[in-house]
C-alpha cells in the first residue's frame, strides 16, 4: 500500500423532504441520519490506520458539515475546495422522484437533446478536469500522510471514469457511490489508480432518501 493516498469521500444523507433535485441551491444541509453517516465515515478513516494530513471539502454546506467529524478525528482544519463542487443543472429544484418528477414532464425533455455533454447541466469533461486538477494540486503540496477530499456523487464518480479511461457518458442511476462512501486513489509517477471503494454507512442506507444527487 502506498505512504499517501487520496480519499473521495461523499457527503451523507440530506435533509431533502421535498425531494428535489438541490444540485448547488443553498440550505441543503445533513438530516439526522446524515450525520451518523458522516460519522461513519470519519470511523473508517480513523480506524484504518493511516495518517491523515489534509481534509478539503466541497463549499455545500452538506459537504462541509460531512468533513466536521474527519477534522475532529485527525486534528485538522476543513479546507475550502471550490473545484469538488456539486456540477450546476437545470433541474435544480425540481422534484426529482415519483410521478412528479422533472425528468417525466415532457415540456422538460428538450434538455435532454445532447446526453453526452449533457445539455441539462455541466459538461461531464469540465467536471473531470476540475476535480483532476484538484487532485493533482493536493497530491503535489501534500506531505506526511494522506488526503481526504469531501465531495458529492457526480464529481466522484466523473473522476472515477475519467481515471478508469472510461466514457464519461453514463446513466446516473448506475454511479457506485452511495452516501458517505469512500474512493481511493494513489498516484503513480503522472497516472491515477484507483486502489479501493468503500461504504462505512452501509448499514443506514436502507433508511436513507437519495434523490437530490445531480
Given amino acids: 500500500m502506498s505512504d499517501k493516498l487520496l480519499h473521495l ?3 451523507g444523507e440530506v ?14 444541509r445533513l438530516s439526522e441520519l446524515g450525520h451518523r453517516m458522516a460519522e461513519a465515515a470519519a470511523l473508517e478513516l480513523a ?8 481534509l478539503l471539502a466541497s463549499p455545500l454546506e452538506r459537504a462541509q458539515q460531512s468533513a466536521r467529524p474527519i477534522a475532529s478525528a485527525f486534528g485538522l482544519e476543513v ?12 433541474f ?7 410521478p412528479e418528477s422533472a425528468f417525466k414532464q415532457p415540456r422538460y425533455w428538450y434538455r435532454f437533446v445532447n446526453p453526452f455533454r449533457p445539455s441539462w447541466g455541466e459538461p461531464y469533461r469540465r467536471i473531470a478536469a476540475r476535480v483532476r486538477a484538484a487532485m493533482d494540486e493536493a497530491w503535489g503540496s501534500t506531505r506526511g500522510g494522506d488526503i481526504v477530499m469531501v465531495s458529492h456523487q457526480a464529481p466522484i ?13 453514463h446513466n446516473p442511476a448506475g454511479r ?9 486513489f494513489e498516484k503513480r509517477g503522472e497516472r491515477w489508480f ?15 432518501v437519495d434523490v437530490g444527487a445531480v
Wanted: with cysteine.
Fill in 9 to 11: 469521500v461523499r457527503h
Fill in 47 to 54: 480506524g484504518s490506520d493511516r495518517a491523515v494530513a489534509r
Fill in 194 to 208: 484507483e486502489v479501493g471503494y468503500r461504504t462505512p454507512a452501509a448499514g443506514l442506507l436502507d433508511d436513507a
Fill in 92 to 98: 435544480e429544484g425540481m422534484v426529482n422522484s415519483g
Fill in 15 to 28: 435533509h431533502n423532504p421535498g425531494r428535489v433535485l438541490y444540485g448547488r441551491l443553498p440550505g441543503f
Fill in 176 to 184: 457506485r457511490c452511495e452516501l458517505s462512501s469512500i474512493t481511493s
Fill in 79 to 90: 479546507q475550502t475546495e471550490e473545484r469538488i463542487i456539486e456540477p450546476s443543472n437545470a
Fill in 157 to 169: 464518480w466523473i473522476a472515477h471514469l475519467d481515471i478508469a479511461g472510461k466514457p464519461l457518458f
